[in-house]
């Protein structure tokens, strides 16, 4: 099942929590100690403001779970905003127990680094900061993973879009990840693996994404909002953007969803179709890992297939020496082991830049209405982005 998830991937792209859709807290027993203890750490936000950040339990007690029918749907989600600095205190990668399952999927990172190294890894959020007082209201983003990847593994990406001026909420769908720690302290391990692989209908998890976007949209911008600081969010400007089959769900939501305004898929193949009447006019933009390092016997065409359904603004990059985990934190981890990843010639540290830089610069425009040269065209600055479509 391993070697399976991996090459489909290739393609396709704690916590212990209060009550459902109450603050969760972290639990000294389970949650590994933030602060960089393993020497891991993630590259520091660019943005001008500091990040807090608070995990949020969803249960939609109208939807019943798609890979465990007898449960109603759970969502966890990681919101970060901008913050007033030296308010709350470091907050936690992951737990133990998610690190560990992670490892188990993913491989090593070296003979020295434990699960509880990895989830003492060093991040630049604070959990329960104060928010930063603003004239106005910020741009909501939604961030999904890729297939059996945890919410945490965007993290670099989410603190650098909150550090600019976003609230960003990062997603676990329940049963779709290596290892997920929900309330009761409970590991939600990957049902939905179980049940796509047999017969390839990895389109259910693109379609179950998009109505956990809903939602979430829902319960954050919503009358009776779930979230203590859902005053800071401008339901006006919705983004939303993905990891592999996480990218996939983002033209999905979009295409599910009116109130998103604006989409990305790094890196995953449209399980989904991108309807034949398009998104409306909505904003898309598709950043790919390097062609030359997709494996030879698992061509996908959906991208060619579904570029011309988008009828707005959009870009088709590719990053030169960026696999597939590129977009994520794994790759900088892996450096910062010092077990560069096998998969990603392009250093962890150079991708995330990229990654940070062209998704930000298309949620400003966008979103913003600020000037993003860097979606022009090519520059010099980043020799490793190809303009593939434009």
């Known amino acids: 099942m391993e070697k399976i998830i991996r090459v489909l991937a290739a393609v396709a792209a ?9 603050l ?6 389970r949650a590994a100690p933030a602060g960089g203890a393993s020497g891991l750490e993630l590259p520091r936000p660019t ?19 798609p890979w465990v029918p007898t449960a109603d749907r759970e969502l966890l989600a990681s919101l970060y905003y901008p913050a007033l600095a030296r308010t709350g205190s470091p907050a936690p990668y992951m737990a133990v127990a998610e690190a560990k399952a992670l490892l188990t999927d993913r ?18 959020a604070r959990a329960g900061a104060l928010p930063r007082p603003a004239a106005g209201r910020h741009p909501l983003i939604v961030l999904s993973p890729g297939f059996t990847m945890p919410r945490a593994s965007l993290t670099t990406l989410a603190e650098d879009l909150a550090s600019r ?17 929900f309330p009761g302290g409970r590991v939600l391990t990957c049902k939905a693996c179980e049940q796509v692989f047999p017969d390839g209908s990895l389109h259910r998890v693109c379609d179950g994404r998009a109505q956990d976007v809903r939602f979430l949209l829902d319960r954050l911008t919503g009358p009776r909002s779930a979230w203590r600081y859902s005053w800071l969010i401008d339901a006006q400007r919705i983004g939303t953007a993905g990891h592999s089959i996480g990218g996939a769900a983002a033209s999905a939501a979009m295409a599910a969803d009116p109130r998103v305004d604006a989409g990305v898929n790094m890196d995953g193949t449209f399980f989904t179709p991108i309807p034949e009447r398009g998104l409306g006019g909505r904003p898309f933009l598709m950043l790919a890992g390097d062609p030359a390092l997709l ?42 082991a010092g077990s560069p990843h096998p998969e990603t010639p392009l250093p962890g540290i150079r991708s995330q830049q990229i990654t940070r830089a062209y998704v930000g610069a298309f949620f400003d425009l966008h979103l913003r209405g600020l000037p993003a040269p860097r979606l022009d065209g090519p520059t010099a600055a980043d020799p490793e982005v190809v303009f593939h479509r434009r």
């Open 24 to 29: 969760a807290t972290p639990a000294a027993a």
């Open 165 to 181: 001026g976003y609230v960003v909420a990062a997603v676990d769908h329940a049963y779709e990840s290596d290892g997920t720690t």
């Open 295 to 336: 494996p030879p016997d698992f061509p996908d065409t959906s991208w060619e297939d579904n570029w011309p359904r988008l009828d707005g603004w959009k870009r088709w990059l590719t990053v030169t020496g960026a696999g597939h985990p590129a977009f994520t934190d794994w790759p900088v981890l892996s450096d910062g």
């Open 107 to 124: 491989g090593q990172l070296g003979d020295h680094v434990t699960p509880e190294g990895v989830a003492a890894t060093r991040t630049h």
């Open 14 to 22: 704690g916590l212990v929590l209060a009550a459902p859709g109450a």
């Open 47 to 65: 943005g001008a403001f500091a990040v807090g950040r608070d995990t949020l339990h969803l249960v939609d007690r109208e939807r019943k779970d």
